[in-house]
């Protein structure tokens, strides 16, 4: 009896933390914490001890853990110089991304008419930047959940720099077709930067920072369009794709100062590279690390297409697909949409009383002038609303019912032709889903997650232009209602999202349930996990 209870005094104690908790929670001393004892031998996870440093104030971090994880550290260490920094730097990739995209409205009718392109030449154009983003996204995605984040980011923004500024010299139209594929091929490891972005914000500044850099984004449409009234009537659209590849060269440039993220060198053994790079935040940041010791869980099974699928994941990952699909199939083909009725003169002609709107537009070839400018000038100005409307509401309603709503209010819109205010609520839906998706995805297939669902998005970005550029020849009113019933069936699958990320922290492991963050070692985790 006395040996047994030997025993059992040293057993292996696990101390669980409700999903969000930081280190530093006041609910940690009361009933925040739960200690259990597991029956069996001790777990594959490793520990790294913390060099002494600064004393820590007792209401910084719980004195009486001596383990902690990645999510401790970051909820401890809290926002500060360093995230504004990488605020910045995610920024211009954001920034770079958007005037890729917007380019491609000013290009089209522009080659439309210089090359005297046929429609399906020109939608073409467009949607093979979409095929390349489309092949790329999952791949990207793998790449940066087997080799990093950095690694992955890095690669495509140099490849995406370089086919930029080279298919500013294509002599024919075969040359730039296959040109800017490969511009999309580079795009579509940009979406990256948010994986790497989202995993150093602390959990309560997560939804407002990945928002707020969306305005990066909206600067990003707004330059472009600024840069081609200044740029296409002087020296023309060869010397727009040069000159829109600035940021991307200054990203490029300075992404070499980004760490990698210190989720995914925990989560592939590097703990040693992690505690630095946690240590060199908490530097930055001017704030002392939490105490203890540093658990760190291999595992070699990264990335994997399957992991998506689980039972945990599977509704998830689908109505995921069909929201970032439709997402992108309504905002790209709003986008296109308007620089072709800006072709015509206004949206539709007018019978002789003026009360009943024609069913067809004649769009002929037509350069876009200095009005044309304006009026894409003040539609891609309205996504500054839909930012600060979702930044409001997205803390207050949660993740689901922000796309949700945006997706409806949208396809209301789109039907009265406000092409505004459908753009203000379609984009903001799209911020929805950046600020969701990492979040419902564990560390081992954050990237890839993410990765996947930009490639469903470029899926709808790619059948787009056949829609708002060719059926907009039959019908005007035919043509939105497909954009406008493709969101309505977003804004339900929002709503039958199985999990609410709202006020939880980021996944671990595949294996931890929602609800819960694991605080100390378990031998449950044992099976997703390798020792190093």
């Not at 689908?318 to 308007?338: E, H, K, R």
Request: proline content about 4%.
């Amino acid at each position: 009896m006395d040996e047994d209870l030997f025993q059992l005094r040293h057993l292996p104690v696990v101390k669980f933390r409700r999903t969000g908790e930081s280190a530093r929670s006041e609910d940690d001393t009361c009933s925040g914490e739960h200690e259990i004892e597991i029956e069996g031998v001790r777990s594959e996870l490793e520990q790294v001890e913390l060099e002494d440093g600064a004393t820590v104030p007792k209401d910084f971090a719980n004195p009486t853990d001596d383990v902690f994880m990645v999510e401790d550290a970051v909820e401890a260490i809290g926002f500060g110089k360093f995230q504004w920094k990488l605020s910045v730097l995610t920024g211009l990739a954001w920034m770079a991304d958007a005037m890729e995209m917007m380019i491609l409205s000013i290009l089209a009718p522009q080659l439309h008419c210089e090359w005297r392109l046929p429609s399906w030449q020109v939608a073409f154009l467009t949607s093979v930047v979409f095929v390349g983003m489309m092949s790329s996204s999952s791949l990207w995605g793998n790449i940066s959940d087997q080799y990093g984040r950095k690694t992955g980011l890095k690669v495509s923004v140099l490849w995406t720099l370089y086919y930029g500024i080279l298919s500013a010299f294509s002599p024919i139209y075969s040359w730039i077709l296959v040109l800017r594929g490969l511009v999309g091929f580079g795009i579509g490891g940009v979406p990256q930067s948010v994986t790497l972005y989202a995993e150093f914000l602390p959990m309560k500044s997560r939804a407002k920072c990945i928002l707020l850099i969306e305005v990066f984004w909206a600067f990003g449409t707004v330059f472009e369009v600024l840069l081609a009234v200044v740029v296409m009537p002087t020296l023309g659209w060869r010397w727009l794709l040069i000159l829109s590849a600035v940021p991307l060269m200054i990203f490029a440039i300075l992404c070499f100062w980004l760490p990698e993220s210190a989720r995914y060198d925990v989560l592939s053994g590097n703990q040693e590279k992690a505690l630095a790079t946690l240590k060199r935040i908490a530097t930055e940041n001017g704030a002392p690390m939490p105490l203890g010791k540093l658990i760190v869980a291999r595992q070699e099974d990264r990335g994997r297409i399957q992991d998506l699928f689980t039972p945990e994941f599977r509704m998830t990952t689908i109505l995921l697909w069909f929201i970032w699909f439709s997402n992108a199939f309504s905002y790209y083909g709003l986008v296109l949409l308007t620089t072709e009725l800006f072709q015509e003169g206004d949206v539709c002609s007018m019978t002789a009383g003026g009360r009943k709107p024609e069913g067809r537009c004649s769009l002929e070839c037509k350069y876009l002038n200095a009005t044309d400018y304006t009026d894409l000038l003040w539609t891609t100005l309205s996504e500054f609303p839909g930012v600060l409307v979702t930044l409001w509401i997205i803390d207050r309603i949660g993740r689901k019912k922000t796309m949700a709503v945006s997706f409806f209010i949208f396809s209301f819109f789109a039907l009265l032709l406000f092409a505004c205010v459908g753009r203000a609520f379609i984009s903001g839906g799209f911020q929805a889903a950046y600020v969701y998706t990492p979040e419902v995805y564990p560390t081992a297939t954050r990237a890839l997650g993410l990765g996947t669902c930009s490639g469903m998005a470029r899926v709808g970005a790619l059948i787009t232009p056949f829609i708002a550029q060719v059926m907009l020849e039959s019908s005007v009113y035919l043509t939105l209602s497909v954009y406008s019933g493709c969101c309505l069936l977003a804004a339900l699958a929002s709503c039958f999202l199985p999990i609410e990320t709202m006020g939880r922290g980021l996944q671990e492991s595949s294996q931890q349930e929602w609800g819960q963050e694991m605080v100390g070692r378990t031998h449950h985790s044992s099976s997703s996990t390798r020792s190093t």
